[in-house]
């Protein structure tokens, strides 16, 4: 419940912060007339991740194991691809989304026609609910049956329309760069396990040789080899003795760092793979966009008494804006 409801909490957060920055364009430019046509755009977005949230999960139903594992696996790496992506492209892109929003608002309203502003609030919020259904569907996946993963989601996401309007109005202040910079790397995180149980279905499925398939290493009992006798299509280990894969500790756990009481080698070796990389390149971008604190300047207001200012830079560093313009 905890990781999907801080799931829901990012990524409605990011959607929110776009829907704010678009619905308080318009009111600036006088143009409230045309807002029933960005709702209607925001609303078919959010129907689509639902649908297809729905046809993943009773679509299983009729196909056969293997099938699902298959299926489950595949959209899993997707995932994973999609979540790391989002990582970097926040960050990157984070500086001129609101003039980028901003620009497809402008183009909508010079072509004069209702699809053109409903496309531009169905992208703006697509992308962000896709994600969400995919990260989601693959968590609880992993899960089994677990409806206090959705709850988590349902409230994070809740909270997360709360603390977007609150933000619009002006109600609450957020460091936004530093919640997205905490939450990205708990993402990264999290993408880690479930790259590590898009692989446990795939070898379930016998598509990835593993502990399932043939290539498995066994014992003279006929039993898969654990440790570095397994290697590389053994289990890596086996600690099901002392934590049950049913527990509350062994789901909290792969919930959290994606650990599991029985994983494959391959499993982990990807789980380590992906930590090393993605997370040192989201830590040495961290690095380069910290921004340098310059020593603030007095400049002269016009009636004379001294204005401080301060440079881009350390302005960037500082709290975000309550309002939707600043947020971006």
């Keep these: 419940m905890l ?3 801080l799931i829901g909490l990012r990524e409605g957060l990011e959607a929110a912060l776009v829907v704010g920055i678009l619905v308080a364009y318009l009111k600036r430019l006088d143009r409230k007339d045309v807002l029933p046509r960005l709702w209607t755009g925001v609303g078919a977005a959010i129907l689509l991740a639902l649908v297809i949230g729905a046809v993943l999960t009773f679509g299983a139903y009729a196909l056969t194991f293997q099938g699902q594992e298959i299926i489950g696996g595949t959209l899993s790496l997707v995932t994973v691809g999609m979540v790391t992506w989002m990582i970097f492209w926040m960050r990157k892109a984070g500086r001129t989304m609101k003039a980028t929003l901003q620009g497809g608002v402008d183009r909508a309203l010079e072509a004069g026609t209702v699809w053109a502003l409903v496309l531009v609030g169905f992208v703006s919020v697509a992308r962000e609910g896709v994600e969400t259904t995919l990260l989601l569907w693959s968590m609880v996946q992993s899960f089994g049956d677990a409806p206090s993963a959705i709850l988590g989601a349902a409230l994070g996401l809740a909270v997360a329309v709360l603390a977007g309007w609150l933000l619009a109005r002006g109600a609450v202040r957020l460091d936004l760069s530093r919640f997205f910079t905490w939450t990205g790397g708990f993402l990264v995180v999290i993408a880690a396990g479930v790259l590590a149980y898009a692989l446990s279905d795939l070898q379930e499925a016998g598509v990835v040789p593993g502990p399932f398939t043939a290539a498995a290493p066994l014992d003279a009992a006929g039993s898969v080899l654990v440790g570095w006798a397994g290697l590389p299509f053994g289990w890596a280990f086996d600690v099901t003795a002392v934590i049950r894969p049913d527990s509350a500790l062994a789901v909290l756990l792969q919930a959290t760092v994606g ?13 380590v793979l992906y930590i090393a990389i993605v997370g040192t390149l989201f830590v040495r971008g ?43």
């Excluded at 310059?294 to 975000?320: D, I, K, L, N, Y």
Aim: charged share 10%.
């Design 286 to 328: 961290l690095r380069r966009t910290t921004p340098r604190a310059t020593p603030s300047t007095s400049v002269p207001a016009s009636s004379g008494t001294p204005v401080t200012t301060e440079s881009a830079a350390t302005r960037a560093a500082s709290t975000v804006s309550p309002s939707p313009e600043g947020a971006s």
């Design 259 to 271: 650990f599991m009481p029985r994983m494959s080698w391959l499993q982990v070796i990807a789980w």
């Design 3 to 5: 990781a999907t409801f």
